[in-house]
């Protein structure tokens, strides 16, 4: 199945807490489970929970007793609000918002129309997601080559977005194209993503990989046996500066040190040329419990101090090329970014 879907009034997700031991349907029939799995991050990736949110506003879309226009409007607002509050740094949550947002403030409908408005719409931003990973993954893929072994950090895979997935998705459509490719996969602490979703994904695919500690990385972009480094992003700033998972900054700066090609792979959605450098995304700080524990043991002393910052930065310099479903964009990133968001309507 999809990641996510919304047959009639439920919204269904793949709990991804639970994989790669447990394979669970969680069940959504409001805006408010909607947000709490965002927060809790039984979905996540950056386009899933962009998709999740839209299916929020539907859900309280369809929860709304409003009998009138502005009534209407203004119970959406507030289920907005707490959908907004979710998770701060991967921009497709506040795009899917504001897209929903404005398109049913600019129709001229009753509550009732505009209801079955944002029903639609949030449907509409499902299906897109899946087209534009489809375009994302052929346009990374043409940038692998047979014999690749790829590095490859957190998880970008389907269950990143509603389905397909992103730097994910280039090799696993590299793979389809046969070539041959070997995934080095870091585990991805302290949620591992890599080790719980990534290796399962590549596995359910038949796409050979080889699960790494995070600290292996160096060793193997040293050693030469990395070609190339791809991973996804959860926002782009406008010089071309990547917001992704926590460790993605160390695994660019170490390619670049050994002339390894890193591309980061990412829908336009995910770029916010709001921001002019990437200093400016604001980086979630999660639960110290993340890292003192694994599955619920825990592994550091009581009461010791934690940090846990959920993403790092990695500035442009360091990038030798974004991917996105409109092409490949190279430096100089603040005009070609540009460029490419123009033609985005
Ligand atoms: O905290 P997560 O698991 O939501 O973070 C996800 C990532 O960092 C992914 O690499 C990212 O969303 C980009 S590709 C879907």
Redesign the pocket.
């Known amino acids: 199945m999809r990641t996510i879907e919304m047959i009639g009034d439920v919204v269904k997700m793949i709990d991804q807490r639970k994989l790669p031991r447990q394979f669970e349907i969680v069940e959504c029939r409001d805006y408010r489970a909607v947000a709490h799995a965002i927060k809790d991050?039984t979905i996540?990736?950056?386009?899933a929970?962009g998709a999740a949110a839209a299916f929020g506003l539907a859900l309280a879309a369809i929860e709304a007793r409003a009998t009138s226009r502005e009534e209407f409007l203004r119970d959406l607002d507030a289920a907005e609000k707490i959908l907004r509050a979710t998770r701060p740094t991967?921009v497709n949550l506040m795009w899917a918002l504001d897209r929903v947002m404005n398109a049913t403030r600019a129709q001229n409908l009753d509550a009732h129309g505009l209801r079955d408005f944002v029903v639609a719409l949030a449907q509409t931003i499902a299906e897109e997601d899946v087209a534009i990973n489809t375009a994302m993954a052929q346009n990374g893929a043409a940038l692998i080559e047979d014999g690749d072994t790829i590095l490859h950090h957190?998880?970008?895979g389907p269950l990143?977005?509603v389905d397909v997935g992103?730097?994910l998705g280039c090799i696993i459509q590299a793979h389809r194209q046969g070539k041959r490719v070997h995934v080095l996969v870091d585990e991805t602490r302290p949620?591992l993503?890599g080790a719980r979703l990534t290796a399962w994904e590549l596995m359910q695919y038949g796409v050979p990989m080889t699960l790494i500690a995070d600290n292996a990385a160096g060793h193997y972009l040293r050693k030469g046996v990395v070609k190339k480094c791809f991973?996804?992003?959860?926002r782009v700033a406008a010089n071309g500066d990547v917001a992704?998972?926590i460790g993605t900054y160390k695994v660019a700066v170490v390619a670049h040190e050994n002339g390894i090609p890193f591309y980061a792979v990412?829908p336009t959605s995910t770029i916010d040329l709001n921001l002019a450098h990437g200093d400016l995304i604001e980086i979630e700080e999660r639960d110290a419990r993340e890292v003192t524990h694994i599955e619920g043991v825990p592994i550091a002393p009581d009461g010791v101090r934690v940090g846990n910052p959920?993403?790092d930065v990695t500035p442009h310099k360091y990038i030798t090329a974004l991917v996105t479903e409109r092409g490949v964009v190279r430096p100089p990133f603040v005009e070609n970014l540009a460029r490419v968001m123009r033609a985005v309507k």
Not at 44 to 47: K, S, V
Not at 231 to 234: A, E, I, K, N
């Open positions: 991050m996540r990736g950056a386009p929970i991967a957190c998880n970008t990143a977005t992103t730097a949620r993503q991973v996804g992003s959860d992704n998972k990412m959920a993403f």
